[in-house]
């Protein structure tokens, strides 16, 4: 099955409905509508849900629209969000950056 991580704070987020969505850049997995996935607390690697994958897209950062952000944690700005991301995966994100974005349904057991 494949894994996607999440940041401790996100996790409440996730489990309550509000996240739903989520942004990943220079995808190894080729995370595709219909996949089964596994949740998991990024630092400790804990399984805290099961998802099936319902939508994928993908785009640069600098063409996203209001839909695009729908189920997404929020930033301030898009510099704040280039930021997040650059310190994320150690490497230099700005517009042009191709993003998969990511919505997901929790399963429920």
Request: hydrophobic share 35%.
């Amino acid at each position: 099955m494949k894994v996607l991580k999440f940041r401790d704070y996100l996790v409440p987020l996730v489990l309550a409905g509000e996240k739903d969505s989520t942004w990943r850049l220079f995808d190894d997995k080729d995370l595709s509508i219909g996949d089964e996935i596994e949740l998991q607390v990024f630092v400790t690697n804990k399984t805290f849900a099961n998802a099936t994958i319902t939508k994928v897209i993908e785009k640069r950062f600098g063409d996203f629209n209001d839909s695009d952000k729908q189920g997404h944690e929020r930033y301030n700005s898009d510099e704040e969000m280039y930021a997040e991301y650059t310190k994320y995966y150690k490497a230099p994100v700005n517009p042009d950056t191709l993003v998969k974005i990511i919505w997901f349904e929790l399963k429920t057991a």
